[in-house]
């Protein structure tokens, strides 16, 4: 069974730094983009930050030059680093990936890891 789990989330002090793995595990055949979402409390799931299997990058506007994402490609991980982090970024934050298990490339999600970010 592919899966896709989070760790390292957690509260944090405004201006406190966090980072966030992600694993994926199973019987996979390739990765292709990886990133991470989130979603705060009656808003929109929203892009944060995404990596693509040769390393190009991209960010919300919103967390430039604060967050980095990056990942480790024989490990199947993916990290975000979150750096000068403020209140405004708490939300459950979800990791997102597009793998082929047998032929077609299907999107995965895991389950969620909660930021808090206060004092």
């Known amino acids: 069974q592919v899966q896709l789990v989070e760790s390292g989330g957690g509260l944090v002090q405004p201006g406190g730094s966090l980072r966030l793995s992600c694993a994926a595990s199973g019987s996979i055949f390739s990765i292709y983009d990886m990133g991470w979402y989130r979603q705060a409390p009656g808003r929109q799931r929203e892009l944060v930050a995404g990596?693509?299997?040769?390393?190009?990058?991209n960010y919300a506007d919103s967390v430039k030059g604060r967050f980095t994402i990056s990942r480790d490609g024989p490990k199947n991980t993916v990290f975000l680093q979150m750096n000068s982090l403020k209140p405004e970024d708490t939300a459950v934050y979800y990791c997102k990936a597009v793998m082929v298990i047998t032929t077609t490339p299907r999107v995965y999600w895991g389950q969620g890891t909660q930021v808090t970010v206060s004092s």
């Open positions: 990596i693509t299997s040769v390393g190009s990058t």
